[in-house]
């Protein structure tokens, strides 16, 4: 069974920085790309960003609102997933998903639950 | 950035109900057009992708058609399970970009 589990989340303030965690289990991870996705309160969902495997020189893409500030990483010997998050905005508070790509059709298929990152001072 | 604009954004209906979402696109997208559902406090979960492949364990009573920057979800008789909000998304160019979502509540 795919399972991924965030984790990470918490109270930051406007400036600070924060990162986040995403176990994966029930599949093997090197072998696909990752995204990060989030949807602040109330709000629809917004794509955040995506690794490529080792296969592709674990190479990323960016949202351009996040683009400088966050860095998405991870490490297949852990079967973990990152997501570096610098000089947060009031506007990054959000309910922060990872989620697998296939490896076929490159669209996200299994989704997390979630943690959830506040930036207020 | 690709834009994806649902219609309606929400939309009453009964059990038993035919519902169709519609998703359009600002660009072709080809036929790289998903569709996830969302409940309350939940992680959105896939439903179809492809445009039109149904997710592995995902009633057939859920269908999408479309193709370009056109595209409809429809659900052929809701059930009470299916009250929810249904994002469609692109995946052919990045950034990958989300409709607004359409929120299904019970008439």
């Known amino acids: 069974e795919v399972q991924l589990v965030e984790s990470g989340g918490g109270l930051v303030q406007p400036g600070g920085s924060l990162r986040l965690s995403c176990a994966a289990s029930?599949?093997?991870?090197?072998?696909?790309?990752m995204d990060w996705v989030r949807q602040a309160p109330g709000k629809g969902l917004e794509w955040v960003g995506r690794t490529r495997n080792k296969a592709n020189s674990y190479t990323t893409e960016y949202a351009a609102s996040v683009q400088g500030r966050f860095t998405i990483s991870r490490d297949d010997s852990k079967n973990s997933l990152y997501l570096q998050m610098n000089s947060l905005k009031t506007e990054d508070t959000a309910m922060y998903y990872c989620?697998?790509?296939?490896?076929?059709?490159?669209?996200?298929?299994?989704w997390g639950q979630g943690t959830l990152v506040t930036v207020s001072s | 950035d690709i834009q994806m604009t649902q219609s309606p954004s929400s939309l009453s209906a009964s059990v038993g109900d035919r519902v169709t979402i519609t998703c359009r696109a600002s660009?072709?997208?080809?036929?790289?057009l998903a569709w996830v559902q969302q409940k309350p406090g939940k992680a959105p979960k896939s439903l179809i992708y492809?445009?039109?492949r149904l997710q592995s364990g995902v009633p057939s009573r859920f269908s999408g058609t479309g193709s370009g920057t056109e595209f409809t979800l429809t659900i052929s008789s809701l059930q009470p399970e299916d009250f929810a909000i249904y994002f469609c998304?692109?995946?052919?160019?990045?950034?990958?970009?989300f409709g607004g979502g359409t929120k299904i509540e019970i008439k």
């Open positions: 660009q072709d997208v080809s036929n790289y």
């Open positions: 998304h692109q995946y052919n160019t990045y950034p990958v970009t």
């Open positions: 989620a697998r790509i296939t490896t076929t059709h490159k669209r996200a298929d299994y």
């Open positions: 029930g599949f093997t991870f090197s072998d696909h790309y």
């Open positions: 492809g445009t039109s």
